[in-house]
């Protein structure tokens, strides 16, 4: 894949670090006998591939641009004050890396002024890089991508999240999952990394993706490249700040809407 003199200079540092921490992921992923493992809390794990490639990426990132702030689900945040942020996921899909199920991702997005304008999501199992520049389209490898054209819940292919950790929005999922299934949705998905979930939506092998909790760091390199594949993301509540509440949607615009209006009577509260 060649990520020299695509787009701006930010989005081939991150693609070139997302790769490179592939590698570092995939050396953790052969051995995994010898994996540590420390649980952060409850169901909540983090392993030491997690800390290598996260020091990795941070490092890469901080070396290229020193005056930017890096927040990444490990670490944290550096505190730089700047109107760049960079979003670190280092492995996307923990709990699969783990238990050696081969689909986990090394997610990076760059947001100016809180809005995204970079995202890449590698998956080092399968080498795919997704990339987007905000206004500059997708890429899949180097070929362009776009949303499915699928319309109705039937014929859709959705895929979700479950809310494990937050106890308190379980009812709340449970309910947008039975008005789904009760108005035969084509097939549900529970794959077990958002930022693939999104990836998968802007490249057409979902049809649309919704998750409740989730942080910055899952979702701000997925939505941007699901929106330069002409799709929508959105707060399932309807709010535009996906990034901060967590309660995401993801599809292409007339599917969104239909999604949006079988689940609309799930949602018992506005913040879950």
Request: proline share 3%; net charge negative.
């Amino acid at each position: 894949m060649n990520t020299n003199n695509i787009y701006c200079p930010q989005l081939n540092v991150a693609a070139s670090t997302a790769l490179e921490a592939g590698k570092i992921a995939l050396k953790f992923f052969n051995r995994l006998e010898n994996l540590k493992i420390s649980e952060k809390g409850v169901n909540d794990f983090v392993s030491e591939a997690d800390i290598e490639c996260e020091k990795f990426i941070t490092s890469k990132i901080f070396k290229s641009y020193p005056d930017h702030k890096i927040t990444s689900e490990e670490i944290g945040s550096n505190n730089q004050n700047s109107e760049y942020e960079w979003f670190i996921d280092p492995i996307d899909g923990t709990t699969n890396f783990i238990h050696g199920i081969p689909h986990f991702a090394i997610s990076i997005g760059l947001c100016k002024n809180d809005i995204p304008i970079i995202g890449v999501v590698y998956d080092p199992i399968k080498n795919e890089l997704f990339i987007a520049e905000k206004g500059k389209g997708a890429l899949l490898n180097d070929k362009k991508i776009r949303v499915s054209n699928v319309r109705s819940i039937q014929s859709a292919l959705l895929g979700t999240g479950i809310p494990y950790r937050a106890k308190d929005s379980t009812g709340t999922y449970i309910n947008t999952l039975k008005n789904l299934m009760d108005n035969k949705c084509g097939g549900i998905r529970r794959l077990g990394a958002a930022s693939l979930d999104l990836v998968y939506v802007a490249s057409g092998r979902l049809d649309g993706f919704w998750e409740f909790n989730l942080k910055p760091w899952d979702v701000v390199a997925g939505s941007l490249i699901v929106q330069e594949s002409g799709g929508i993301v959105t707060d399932i509540n309807n709010d535009s700040d996906f990034m901060h509440s967590g309660n995401i949607l993801a599809a292409n615009l007339t599917l969104h809407e239909n999604i949006k209006l079988n689940i609309g009577n799930s949602l018992a509260f506005k913040n879950f």
